[in-house]
Each structure stands twice: as structure tokens, then as C-alpha cells.
């Protein structure tokens, strides 16, 4: 896992929202779709976390400082931080789908006087994949969040935390599922079973949000590369409520 923090090189892009993503090119090699993972409150610094899957990735990844590439931004429609105001908010994020939630920590703890309880459940394959661990380490210090983490599968001498799938940390996180909204990201398969473990305590779909992928083109809703049922992820997500997806979730690819 590779993060890039990127300066703009002429006129700033616009302040993105938590959950925005950007189009960044390597050049001579292509573009990908890669949200913004880094502090809303900074917007000069441009913070992609990047796992390195297929051509466009790879040649992200071994860029060098001082490097060249393009980046065109923000898009997207990003997390519910307004209607989570005042509520409960439970964060689940599977693996690298911690990356793109992470703006939307920065905000919930930056105005933490807003929202009720904070809640973040964390799921990694296994400790060497956990991401942003010093950084979990020290918002775990905080006593106005809680922070679970845990991890598929480890050696027990590398390992005290918990082990399980993320749905098993929700049964000892407090909310008020009445008055909750939740944010989920993750693989798609993951995000089925939180939404799902979300709905049995309590949660209504309404109030459970997930961030979608697909491969992009565009990015700006002409292309219909993107194309999910009858929304286009780029423009009208990645972020959608659970009750518009959930009929599409269930099919693997449309
Ligand atoms: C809104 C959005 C936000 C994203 N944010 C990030 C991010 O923060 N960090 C990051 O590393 N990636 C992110 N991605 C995924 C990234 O855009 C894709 O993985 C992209 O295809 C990488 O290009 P590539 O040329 O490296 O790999 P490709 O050649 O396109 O793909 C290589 C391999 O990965 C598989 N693959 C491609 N896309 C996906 C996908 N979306 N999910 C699962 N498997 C896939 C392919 O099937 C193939 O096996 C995001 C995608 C979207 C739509
Ligand atoms: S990427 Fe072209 S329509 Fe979404």
C-alpha cells in the first residue's frame, strides 16, 4: 500500500468533500480513479493511498518524490457529513476501504462536538495489513471515539488484539441504531454483510451508506463505464444510500 501526498503544480483544485475521489494519470500509462484520503481541513495537500492491482496502480505506486502526474478533481458525491450531525455515526471499513473513510474521521473528530457517538470498526486481513496503524494507535488514545480493530487471521505471538470478521466488532460498539448513520467501505462482499449486521441492529437502510467501485472512464457521467444498474457511480455516487444499491448489490457485476 503506497500513499502519495501530491502538490498541485497551478491554479489549486477545488476543496474536496470526505468521500471525493480524483482521476490521477500515469503518464504513458493510463488513468485510474483513486479517492482522497487525506485531511479535509488541509485541502493544499492532495493524499491518495494507492494498492497497487494492475498497470495504472503499479505505476502510481513507484513514482518518486518530485515525480509528474496528472490529476483531474475532485469528483464525486461524498459521505453524509451533514445529515450525520447530531447522530450517532459507526464507521465499518474493510482493508483499503479505510483509506477513502478516513477524511470523514478527520472531520468527525476535527468537530466532534456535532455528532454523538463516534464508532470505528476496523477489519484487516491480517496485522501487517493493517493500514494507518500509528495513526489508529493515537485517535485510540482519544476518549470521545472508539476505535476496534480487527484482523482475519494472525500468529498469536504477533497478535493480542481481536480476530473475526468486522460484523463481529458491531455487537460492542454503543449507538443508538434508531439514530445512527452509518458509513461503510469496503470489498463489495464485506459491505453485503455489514449493511445486513447494520439492518439487525437496528440500523434502517436509509441510514446506511457505502461507497461504490467500478471502473471509470470519464468520471464525469458521459461515458457510462460506470454504469450501476440505472446510476452512474462517478456522477451520481461512489457514496449511495444502502436502500438504492441494495437490489443491485446482490448481483456480482451488471
Ligand atoms: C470511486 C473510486 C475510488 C477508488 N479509490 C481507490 C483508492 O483510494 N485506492 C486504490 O488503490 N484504488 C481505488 N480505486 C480502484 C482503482 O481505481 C482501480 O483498481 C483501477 O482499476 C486501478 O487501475 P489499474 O490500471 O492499476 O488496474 P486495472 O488493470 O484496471 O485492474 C487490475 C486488476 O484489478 C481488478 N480491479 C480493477 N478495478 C477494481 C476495483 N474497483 N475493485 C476490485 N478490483 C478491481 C481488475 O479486475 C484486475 O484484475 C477506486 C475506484 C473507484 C471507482
Ligand atoms: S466514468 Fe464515464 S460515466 Fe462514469
Known amino acids: 500500500m503506497w500513499t502519495l501526498e501530491i502538490e498541485p503544480d497551478g491554479p489549486a483544485s477545488a476543496a474536496a468533500a470526505p468521500g471525493q475521489f480524483n482521476m490521477l494519470t500515469a503518464f504513458g500509462v493510463g488513468e485510474a480513479a483513486i479517492s482522497l484520503s487525506g485531511d479535509p481541513a488541509e485541502p493544499g495537500r492532495l493524499v491518495h493511498t494507492i494498492r497497487a492491482v494492475g498497470p495504472v496502480s503499479h505505476a502510481l505506486a513507484q513514482l518518486r518524490p518530485g515525480a509528474a502526474l496528472g490529476l483531474r478533481g475532485p469528483f464525486g458525491a461524498g459521505w453524509p457529513m451533514a445529515e450525520a450531525a447530531g447522530r450517532d455515526v459507526v464507521i465499518m471499513a474493510g482493508g483499503l476501504g479505510l483509506a477513502p473513510l478516513r477524511p470523514a474521521i478527520y472531520r468527525l473528530l476535527a468537530e466532534r462536538a456535532r455528532y454523538g457517538q463516534v464508532q470505528v470498526l476496523y477489519g484487516a486481513r491480517s496485522p501487517a495489513d493493517i493500514l494507518f496503524r500509528r495513526e489508529l494507535e493515537s485517535w485510540r488514545r482519544r476518549l470521545d471515539v472508539e476505535i476496534e480493530v480487527t484482523v482475519d487471521h494472525a500468529a498469536v505471538s504477533d497478535w493480542r488484539g481481536h480476530v473475526g470478521v468486522v460484523t463481529t466488532l458491531l455487537g ?81 457485476e451488471l
Open 172 to 252: 460492542r460498539a454503543a449507538f443508538d441504531p434508531a439514530n445512527t448513520v452509518a458509513l461503510v467501505c469496503g470489498p463489495e462482499i464485506m459491505m453485503r454483510f455489514c449493511a445486513a449486521a447494520l439492518g439487525d441492529a437496528g440500523v434502517k437502510a436509509e441510514a446506511i451508506h457505502l461507497s461504490m467501485e467500478r471502473n471509470m472512464k470519464c468520471a464525469i457521467g458521459l461515458c457510462g463505464h460506470c454504469q450501476f444498474g440505472p446510476v452512474f457511480i462517478c456522477r451520481d455516487g461512489p457514496v449511495f444510500r444502502y436502500d438504492q444499491v441494495a437490489g443491485l448489490l446482490r448481483h456480482k
